[in-house]
C-alpha cells in the first residue's frame, strides 16, 4: 500500500528497494509518534468542521489501540505496506471504512514525518538529558568523596602541579553542565510544532496550527511553513552536535581512565568483573569498556560533519536525500545512553589509590608550591623561580606534599554545590513534564 499510489502507475521492484531502504526499520521507532499526531490532527480536523464529532471521537479512540499496538517490541510493519504512516491509514480504513481515508485531509507525508522526527527526537533527548545528570551527580559524589586525595597534574602529558581527584571528577561533571546547556538550546529547537506545513506550503484548509500545537505538547510553531520543512536536516545536524558535545566529554574521561589505569600510573583499578583478560597474559586487566567508550563516542563526534556533508547544498522544499538521516543518527542515541549507562557502572565501583603525592618521582610536581613560598616570604617571583630551578639542578630541591588552595574552584574550594544548583536549574529549563502531560491527554 502507497499512499500516492495511482491505478495506471506503479514503481519498479528495484527502484521501490532502493528508495524504501531501511526507512521501514526506523519507522517502527516513529511508530507511536506519528499515531500520537495523528490523534492531535484528527482533534483539530474536528474542530474546523472537516470532520463530524462522533467521526472524531471513532478515529481517536481506533488510534489509541493502535497506539498501544506500535509500542509492543515486537511490532513490525508488514510487507507490502510502504511506512507507518500508510500503515495507520490502513488500519483505520480496515476498521472503520472510509472514515480511516479522511485523516489526511490538510496533511502531508513530509510534515508527519517532521512532526514525528520532532517527537521522537524530543523524547529520546529527554533520555540523554537525564542520564547525563544522573551520571553528572556521580561524579559530583566522587568529587567531595576523594577530593583530599591527591592526584599528579599534567601538562604536555609531563609532570606539572598537584591537582587532587576532586578537581578531576568535578572537571567532568562541570564539563556535562555546559553539554547539557547546549542540549537544552537543542530541545528549544525541537520543540517547535511543524504540522500543518503540509508538503512546505501550508493547505487552503482553514487549519489550526496552535491547536496541534497545544495537543502534542510543542513549545511553539515552526511558523513559515517553507522553513519548517527547510528546518529538516538543520534539526538534525543542531542534535547531533549537542550528542557530539556530550559524547567529546565521555571519550575524554574515558582516555583519562584509560591511562590512569594503566600499570605506569596505577592512580584507579577497577574490580576484575568489570575488566577483561588476556588469551595468553593472565595478569592482564585490560579497559575495554572505556576503549569502546572511546571509540563510539569519537564515532559520535563525527555525526555533525556527516549530516553537514549529507545536507550541503540542499535547496528549500523536501529532497530524498533527508530520509537517510536516519540511518546515521537514530543509532546514535542508543548508543551514547549506552556510554553513559557504562560510565555510570564503572565510576560507581571506582577504587582510587591513597598518597600518590609521597611517591619520589612526583616531587617536582610540588615545585611552583615552595615558588610561592619563598613569594609570600617577600621574595620576587622571577627570583623565587630561579632560587627553585637551582635548586632542583643541584639535586638539592626540598618540598612538602602540603598543599592549601582555598580560591574558588580550587582543591581546596571544589565549588561542587554552586555547580550542582547550576545543574538544577538547568534541568528544570527542560520543562519535560509538559510533553509527558500532553501525551497522557491525548491517550486517556
Same mark, same amino acid.
Given at each position: 500500500?502507497?499512499?500516492? =499510489?495511482?491505478?495506471?502507475?506503479?514503481?519498479?521492484?528495484?527502484?521501490?528497494?532502493?528508495?524504501?531502504?531501511?526507512?521501514?526499520?526506523?519507522?517502527?521507532?516513529?511508530?507511536?509518534?506519528?499515531?500520537?499526531?495523528? /490523534?492531535? @490532527?484528527?482533534?483539530?480536523?474536528?474542530?474546523?468542521?472537516?470532520?463530524? @464529532?462522533?467521526? !472524531?471521537?471513532?478515529?481517536?479512540?481506533?488510534?489509541?489501540?493502535?497506539?498501544?499496538?506500535?509500542?509492543?517490541?515486537?511490532?513490525?510493519?508488514?510487507?507490502?505496506?510502504?511506512?507507518?504512516?500508510?500503515?495507520? %491509514?490502513?488500519?483505520?480504513?480496515?476498521?472503520?471504512?472510509? !472514515?480511516?481515508?479522511?485523516?489526511?485531509?490538510?496533511?502531508?507525508?513530509?510534515?508527519?514525518?517532521?512532526?514525528?522526527?520532532?517527537?521522537?527526537?524530543?523524547?529520546?533527548?529527554?533520555?540523554?538529558?537525564?542520564?547525563?545528570?544522573?551520571?553528572?551527580?556521580?561524579?559530583?559524589?566522587?568529587?567531595?568523596?576523594?577530593?583530599?586525595?591527591?592526584?599528579?597534574?599534567?601538562?604536555?602529558?609531563?609532570?606539572? !602541579?598537584?591537582?587532587?581527584?576532586?578537581?578531576?571528577?568535578?572537571?567532568?561533571?562541570?564539563?556535562?553542565?555546559?553539554?547539557?546547556?547546549?542540549?537544552?538550546?537543542?530541545?528549544?529547537?525541537?520543540?517547535?510544532?511543524?504540522?500543518?506545513?503540509?508538503?512546505?506550503?501550508?493547505?487552503?484548509?482553514?487549519?489550526?496550527?496552535?491547536? &496541534?500545537?497545544?495537543?502534542?505538547?510543542?513549545?511553539?510553531?515552526?511558523?513559515?511553513?517553507?522553513? $519548517?520543512?527547510?528546518?529538516?536536516?538543520?534539526?538534525?545536524?543542531?542534535?547531533?552536535?549537542?550528542? $557530539?558535545?556530550?559524547?567529546? &566529554?565521555?571519550?575524554?574521561?574515558? !582516555?583519562?581512565?584509560?591511562?590512569?589505569?594503566?600499570?605506569?600510573?596505577?592512580? /584507579?583499578? #577497577?574490580?576484575?568483573?568489570? &575488566?577483561?583478560?588476556?588469551?595468553?597474559?593472565?595478569?592482564?586487566?585490560?579497559?575495554?569498556?572505556?576503549?569502546?567508550?572511546?571509540?563510539?563516542?569519537?564515532?559520535?563526534?563525527?555525526?555533525?560533519? %556527516?549530516?553537514?556533508?549529507?545536507?550541503?547544498?540542499?535547496? =528549500?522544499?523536501?529532497?530524498?536525500?533527508?530520509?537517510?538521516?536516519? %540511518? @546515521?543518527?537514530?543509532?546514535? #542515541?542508543?548508543?551514547?545512553?549506552?556510554?553513559?549507562?557504562?560510565?555510570?557502572?564503572?565510576?560507581?565501583?571506582?577504587?582510587?589509590?591513597?598518597? /600518590?603525592?609521597?611517591?619520589?618521582?612526583?616531587?617536582?610536581?610540588?615545585?611552583?608550591?615552595?615558588?610561592?613560598?619563598?613569594?609570600?616570604?617577600?621574595?620576587?617571583?622571577?627570583?623565587?623561580?630561579?632560587?627553585?630551578?637551582?635548586?632542583?639542578?643541584?639535586?638539592?630541591?626540598?618540598?612538602?606534599? =602540603?598543599?592549601?588552595?582555598?580560591?574558588?574552584?580550587?582543591?581546596?574550594?571544589?565549588?561542587?554545590?554552586? /555547580?550542582?544548583?547550576?545543574?538544577?536549574?538547568?534541568?528544570?529549563?527542560?520543562?519535560? =513534564?509538559?510533553? &509527558?502531560? $500532553?501525551?497522557?491527554?491525548?491517550?486517556?
Amino acid at each position: 500500500m502507497k499512499l500516492w =499510489s495511482k491505478s495506471n502507475t506503479s514503481t519498479t521492484e528495484a527502484v521501490e528497494k532502493f528508495t524504501v531502504g531501511k526507512d521501514k526499520d526506523f519507522d517502527t521507532l516513529l511508530a507511536p509518534y506519528d499515531v500520537l499526531g495523528s /490523534i492531535a @490532527h484528527v482533534k483539530m480536523l474536528a474542530s474546523i468542521g472537516l470532520l463530524t @464529532h462522533q467521526e !472524531m471521537l471513532a478515529l481517536v479512540k481506533e488510534l489509541q489501540v493502535i497506539y498501544q499496538k506500535v509500542i509492543q517490541p515486537d511490532f513490525s510493519i508488514p510487507e507490502g505496506v510502504e511506512d507507518i504512516h500508510s500503515y495507520v %491509514e490502513l488500519l483505520l480504513t480496515q476498521k472503520l471504512g472510509d !472514515m480511516g481515508k479522511k485523516i489526511h485531509s490538510a496533511r502531508s507525508r513530509n510534515d508527519q514525518v517532521l512532526v514525528d522526527i520532532k517527537l521522537y527526537l524530543r523524547a529520546e533527548i529527554q533520555t540523554i538529558a537525564e542520564s547525563t545528570n544522573a551520571l553528572f551527580e556521580l561524579l559530583q559524589q566522587k568529587s567531595e568523596e576523594y577530593k583530599n586525595h591527591l592526584l599528579p597534574g599534567y601538562t604536555h602529558l609531563q609532570l606539572a !602541579m598537584p591537582s587532587s581527584f576532586g578537581l578531576w571528577f568535578g572537571a567532568y561533571a562541570e564539563s556535562l553542565l555546559d553539554d547539557l546547556t547546549m542540549l537544552e538550546a537543542t530541545y528549544r529547537v525541537v520543540n517547535k510544532n511543524p504540522l500543518g506545513s503540509a508538503a512546505g506550503y501550508g493547505s487552503s484548509f482553514p487549519i489550526n496550527r496552535k491547536m &496541534t500545537t497545544d495537543l502534542l505538547g510543542f513549545d511553539q510553531l515552526n511558523y513559515n511553513v517553507v522553513y $519548517a520543512q527547510m528546518g529538516r536536516g538543520k534539526t538534525e545536524r543542531i542534535v547531533a552536535t549537542a550528542l $557530539a558535545n556530550i559524547a567529546d &566529554t565521555l571519550a575524554r574521561m574515558s !582516555m583519562d581512565a584509560c591511562l590512569y589505569l594503566n600499570q605506569n600510573f596505577a592512580y /584507579i583499578s #577497577f574490580p576484575a568483573e568489570l &575488566t577483561t583478560g588476556s588469551s595468553i597474559m593472565p595478569h592482564k586487566k585490560n579497559p575495554d569498556v572505556f576503549e569502546l567508550t572511546r571509540s563510539y563516542c569519537n564515532r559520535i563526534k563525527a555525526l555533525p560533519n %556527516e549530516i553537514s556533508l549529507m545536507t550541503a547544498n540542499l535547496p =528549500s522544499g523536501y529532497q530524498r536525500d533527508l530520509q537517510l538521516l536516519k %540511518e @546515521h543518527l537514530f543509532p546514535a #542515541f542508543t548508543e551514547l545512553n549506552n556510554c553513559l549507562a557504562m560510565m555510570q557502572l564503572m565510576f560507581s565501583n571506582v577504587q582510587v589509590r591513597s598518597n /600518590i603525592a609521597e611517591d619520589p618521582k612526583f616531587q617536582y610536581m610540588f615545585s611552583v608550591e615552595e615558588v610561592n613560598k619563598l613569594v609570600l616570604q617577600g621574595v620576587p617571583f622571577r627570583d623565587a623561580y630561579q632560587q627553585i630551578g637551582n635548586a632542583i639542578e643541584k639535586g638539592e630541591f626540598n618540598y612538602s606534599t =602540603s598543599v592549601n588552595h582555598t580560591h574558588e574552584g580550587s582543591m581546596g574550594n571544589l565549588c561542587n554545590a554552586e /555547580i550542582k544548583i547550576m545543574m538544577d536549574q538547568l534541568m528544570n529549563r527542560f520543562q519535560f =513534564s509538559k510533553a &509527558t502531560t $500532553a501525551f497522557e491527554l491525548l491517550l486517556s
